[in-house]
């Protein structure tokens, strides 16, 4: 009998959309703001 | 190389690394039976909520020697500390609940975990609002140092506040007495991912430490 599991996976992908943007904006945030030191 | 260079490397490292450990645990690391994919989350919530109260810990310490030695780099460093783990905290409070609304069937609950973690991302917004706000180099120090010290008692509340509470927030399933109740799969997934958020960590705050350090030298930078 074939495994089944909650049909939950948009959160999923909805999480680490939402980590990368953070993580990306701040690393982008932060090139800004040190690129001229 | 300056160390706002280095810095950038290393988070440059890091978000690459990244991309990789996005790789292994949405496509390599078996599916958890009763969770779900949504178990997944797992994997970027919790090292990212260990940085949060890190580096809110190395905030405190960093102000506790700013207040005996008066050394200025080491405000830089707990500025530094504080902005990088306010954008970990951001990724906690925004994954825990996208966790919480297909598992709990609630986006949020005011249970003690929960409540003292947004308690502790709002210690970080009051802390950078305070560095804001005081003009004078001297007394800002100060005032963010008593702040940073009261944010670091904070922080084992929240780690044990699913032992001293009811709560809805599962059990430290890594940070606890005995060992990690994870099978040999998922733990290397979320040992690794602990890894990249610790480079992570690392190349924000050089960055951040670097323009910190420049502003004190030219306070208008």
Known sequence: MPETFPHNAGYMVAAYTVAAVILVAYAVSLYRRTRNL | ?221
């Open chain 2, 1 to 221: 190389m300056t160390l706002a260079q280095k810095g950038r490397w290393t988070t440059l490292v890091g978000l690459v690394l990244l991309a990789a450990v996005y790789v292994r645990a949405l496509a390599f690391t078996p599916i958890e039976r009763t969770q779900g994919p949504a178990q997944k989350i797992y994997y970027i919530h919790v090292p990212a909520a260990i940085w949060t109260e890190t580096a809110m810990i190395l905030v405190g310490v960093a102000s506790i020697f700013f207040l005996f030695l008066k050394d200025a780099r080491l405000d830089s460093f707990a500025e530094a500390s504080a902005e990088v783990g306010t954008a970990f905290a951001t990724i906690v409070l925004t994954t825990g609940p996208i966790w919480g609304k297909p598992i709990w069937g609630t986006w949020w609950t005011w249970d003690a975990r929960l409540t003292s973690t947004l308690f502790l991302f709002f210690l970080y917004i009051g802390y950078l609002l305070l560095r804001g706000a005081v003009a004078d180099p001297g007394a800002r120090a100060r005032y963010a140092a008593v702040l940073g010290i009261c944010g670091m008692v904070l922080v084992p509340f929240i780690h044990f506040s699913v032992y001293l509470f009811r709560t809805l927030h599962p059990m430290p399933i890594i940070l606890k007495p005995s060992a990690p109740a994870l099978p040999g799969s998922m733990l290397a997934t979320w040992s690794v991912s602990f890894a990249v958020f610790t480079v992570l960590y690392v190349g924000f705050v050089m960055q951040r430490y670097a323009l910190a350090r420049a502003r004190q030298e030219v306070p208008h930078a």
